[in-house]
């Protein structure tokens, strides 16, 4: 394994054994993630304690807003596979979340001001489409780097994963310390720094991407359409989204219902393509990763529990001992960054060994250490009384549980994505998974609602609802985890791994053009 850059047998270049440029896409991420992570933190509070919206509310619009953010990669997939390619909706995405995240730091007067919360609506869809450009995208350029059968794939996902809660541990701990701390704007505008720093890393960074990325058709981007050139037509494009996620996020009920109908539509599609226009291996492939999609939405819908009634939790209910709660929100990053290392040596040992878990069983280990969490946190605060603040100890151990079924599932889950994906649907796929989140995310502001936090800190009566509903959610998580194990064996025959082949290169499809799948003919660094 090369320590500093180096030539791979093959002409790769390499660092710690993988391409340079997965590098570069894991510094743009880290930056991106600190800035999304560190307004995530404060989200909540934000809502209840300058907005003075009710914690039932809160909640609500809080599960909106990630929904969105997980939704909004459908369109940004969509585009970057048939026009923009991967690495310009990455940027463009980019700059509509640096927009945004300035845009929070204006925090007006407060309370229910129309004017004020207006700009905040603005603010919060420059980062929801923002983040629909970048989020599948660069995920996608990931897999790009390598063969479909590469075993280094696990192993790459698992290092760029740890790249995104290193900037998310940063984040929270500097945004949630800066905005609970200084103020508001003082956290927010952090944040956007944040953003520009990984602007500026990814389009640095362009030379060491190794082609990978582009557009399939770069001529037809600078074709006019209407007096305009097609490539602005499409960045207009993602101006009017905005313009229509401000209305949309402000009516919370409607987004629920639009999930639904546009989940049946996409699954619908996806599914309808694989019948029609796939050969049966990758027809299969495509049947395995829906469900793996589906499974994932129970997982989100409980795992993001954090940000909204378990960061309510920890500040109302937990012996912070004067620790601002949304610093908290950094443990499982933290976790993340110290054990991804670990569980991608792990993953690529057991490999070689064969002996590594299907990626199916992995995401029903991820189920069951999610459901053992929660009845961990309710056993440690039944032991401490409920009229006592629980121990501190309990909220890193829900989050350590919580982490270990992470990292089971959520970067093994985008290398199956892209590893199961015929090339011509990366992005698609891609994106289906993050509207997968998007449903668990909506379902998680649901949850939180119906925790019954609206009682005043020490209301011993309100502590036993939220306690009470973690201990039914501890136990059906635990039970799909053991229907997950089951079925695995299907599943993974359904992945058809041993028939999977290198010789069209993730990513060839798309580019139009051997040389830009991996070989050099520029001389470029790699």
Not at 188 to 207: D, N, R, T
Not at 357 to 382: E, N, R
Not at 472 to 487: E, N, R
């Amino acid at each position: 394994m090369a320590l500093s850059p180096a030539a791979a047998p093959g002409g790769e270049r390499t660092f710690l054994g993988h391409p340079v440029g997965l590098f570069i896409l894991f510094f743009a991420e880290m930056w991106e993630r600190f800035s999304y992570y560190g307004m995530r933190a404060l989200l909540i509070f934000y809502l209840t304690q300058h907005w003075l919206f009710s914690d039932e509310k809160s909640g609500v619009i809080y599960g909106a807003y990630t929904a969105l953010v997980y939704i909004t990669p459908v369109l940004g997939g969509y585009l970057a596979d048939r026009y923009l390619g991967q690495r310009k909706a990455v940027t463009y995405g980019a700059v509509l979340l640096t927009f945004g995240h300035f845009l929070m730091g204006f925090e007006g007067s407060g309370g229910q001001d129309p004017a004020s919360l207006s700009l905040f609506w603005l603010a919060l869809s420059f980062i929801i489409v923002g983040s629909g450009f970048l989020k599948a995208n660069i995920s996608v350029i990931v897999g790009q780097l390598y063969p479909r059968t590469d075993v280094r794939r696990d192993g790459a996902y698992t290092i760029f994963y740890m790249g995104i809660n290193l900037g998310a541990a940063l984040g929270s701990l500097l945004c949630g310390y800066l905005g609970q701390t200084y103020g508001w704007n003082y956290g927010f505008g952090a944040a956007g720094v944040g953003m520009l720093l990984g602007l500026i890393v990814f389009v640095i960074g362009k030379p060491l991407l190794m082609g990978q990325g582009e557009a399939p058709d770069a001529a037809r981007l600078k074709t006019s359409v209407m007096g305009i050139k097609f490539e602005w037509l499409l960045y207009l494009v993602g101006i009017a989204a905005v313009i229509g996620i401000w209305q949309l996020i402000q009516y919370q009920a409607v987004i629920g219902y639009l999930l639904m109908v546009a989940g049946a539509i996409l699954v619908g599609y996806v599914l309808l393509t694989a019948v029609t226009k796939l050969e049966k291996h990758d027809r299969d492939r495509i049947f395995a990763a829906m469900f793996l999609i589906l499974g994932s939405i129970m997982f989100w819908a409980l795992f993001e529990q954090a940000g909204s009634s378990l960061n309510l939790f920890t500040d109302r209910y937990v012996d912070r001992s004067g620790v601002p709660a949304s610093m908290f929100q950094s443990i499982n990053a933290i976790y993340i960054v110290l054990l991804a290392p670990l569980f991608a040596l792990l993953w690529t040992k057991l490999g070689r060994a064969g002996l590594e878990p299907s990626t199916p069983a992995k995401f029903g280990l991820a189920m069951l250490q999610l459901g053992l969490g929660f009845l961990v946190l309710v056993w440690g605060s039944q032991a401490a009384g409920m009229e006592n603040l629980t121990p501190v100890l309990f909220i890193f151990l829900i989050y350590l549980l919580h982490t270990t079924g992470e990292l089971c599932l959520s970067p093994v889950g985008l290398s199956a994505m892209n590893r199961l994906a015929p090339a011509h649907m990366a992005s698609l796929i891609m994106g289906t998974w993050f509207f997968a989140s998007a449903t668990g995310n909506f379902a998680a502001g649901l949850i939180a609602a119906a925790t019954g936090s609206e009682a005043a800190s020490g209301d011993g009566a309100n502590k036993a609802v939220v306690l009470d509903v973690y201990w039914t959610v501890g136990l059906v998580a635990i039970g799909f985890g053991v229907a997950v194990l089951v079925i695995s064996p299907l599943i993974k025959k359904l992945m058809h791994l041993d028939t999977l082949k290198d010789n069209e290169l993730a990513g060839e499809a798309q580019l139009a053009e051997p040389q830009a799948a991996g070989v050099n003919t520029t001389g470029e660094t790699r």
